[in-house]
């Protein structure tokens, strides 16, 4: 990074690097959004397809629930830019949601 | 640049009400089946493998794409850069509601084949949550469906203008109030065990 080079060169060439930046900058940010939302959700649906379903499968699952959820509430729902409370009112009902469920699904069954 | 902040969110402020109050009720409906599932985690694991995953994902995918597509609509409109942008826009409104029409159809698909293979309502507790809250969704979604299609009809009119967003904007939000749900519905019925 000393020499203005990304972390990840040491991952991946130079070339490939610059190569996912030119094709990121093309495309608006909606549709990087959209990809994502893609990719995470291809990611829930081969986690289910496990066959022991694990603890740390189960966070998984929350986490990218909760981040697809934040995605859609910022970029597709436009409230990123909006006064804070609109916002937050569903980030606070993601958040609750996700968290309760996650605390039923951990604490022991009865 | 200093950050533009909105004071109001997209929309007529009344659908964001609506929206608010369905999201609660949801909510405690999610709740509900994670709580109840503690009380029989072992029926609820062996219902939930007579449940078609794929179709949850394919369903998933079907209406992140929709949401995708009415958030294209509104930006070609706000961009207003092309002559045939209400052509443009109309078409992606027309797209989402396809991708939604296929979301009803493929839901009626799984109700039918889980109705003839004998399960319904009353089969358990996890199936009276599975199809509580499947078809009360599903019934959104038709409501959205039919809001679409009345966007559809005036933005391909030139009905709406980049000065001229409301009703678009909260159809629009009422859709991805809908894709929010299914967000978390997919995974919490199909997937977590």
């Known amino acids: ?17 610059n190569e996912i930046i030119r094709v990121l ?6 549709t990087i959004i959209y990809i994502a939302l893609l990719l995470l959700t291809t990611f829930t649906f081969l ?14 699952v929350l986490i990218t629930t909760f981040i697809k959820g934040q995605l859609i509430i910022d970029y597709f729902m436009e409230l990123k830019n909006v006064d804070l409370k609109y916002r937050l009112f569903l980030s606070i009902w993601l958040v609750l949601v996700i968290s309760l469920i996650g605390l039923f699904y951990f604490l022991p069954s009865t | 640049m200093q950050k533009i902040i909105k004071k109001y969110p997209p929309g007529d402020f009344g659908i964001w009400i609506i929206i608010y109050i369905e999201l609660i009720t949801f909510g405690a409906l999610f709740l509900g089946y994670a709580y109840s599932r503690r009380l029989d985690v072992e029926l609820f694991n ?11 994902f394919i369903n998933t995918i079907l209406l992140i ?10 930006e070609i409109i706000k961009k207003d850069e092309k002559t045939n942008t209400f052509f443009v826009a109309s078409n992606y409104i027309f797209g989402a509601i396809s991708l939604g029409v296929v979301f009803l159809f493929l839901k009626i698909f799984e109700f039918v084949g889980k109705y003839q293979e004998g399960i319904n309502l009353s089969t358990n507790k996890f199936f009276m949550f599975y199809f509580l809250l499947t078809m009360f969704h599903f019934l959104h979604v038709l409501l959205g469906v039919i809001i679409l299609f009345n ?39 199909y997937i977590m065990k």
């Not at chain 1, 986690?47 to 998984?60: E, P, S």
């Not at chain 2, 062996?46 to 949850?56: M, P, T």
């Not at chain 2, 794409?65 to 509104?74: D, L, M, N, P, Q």
């Not at chain 2, 009703?167 to 019925?189: K, R």
């Open chain 1, 1 to 17: 990074m000393a020499y203005g080079r990304f972390i990840m060169d040491n991952f991946i060439s130079i070339n490939l690097h």
């Open chain 1, 25 to 30: 900058n093309k495309m608006n940010k909606n």
């Open chain 1, 47 to 60: 986690l289910g397809q496990k066959q022991n379903f694990t603890f740390i499968f189960t966070i998984l």
């Open chain 2, 46 to 56: 062996k219902s939930q493998l007579l449940l078609e995953q794929n179709f949850g």
């Open chain 2, 65 to 74: 794409t929709s949401s995708y597509f009415i958030v294209k609509a509104i």
């Open chain 2, 151 to 189: 966007l559809y009809k005036k933005t391909k009119i030139g009905g709406y203008t980049k000065s001229n967003l409301m009703g678009l904007e909260t159809g629009a939000s009422y859709w991805h109030m809908v894709d929010l749900l299914w967000i978390i519905l997919f995974p919490l019925i």
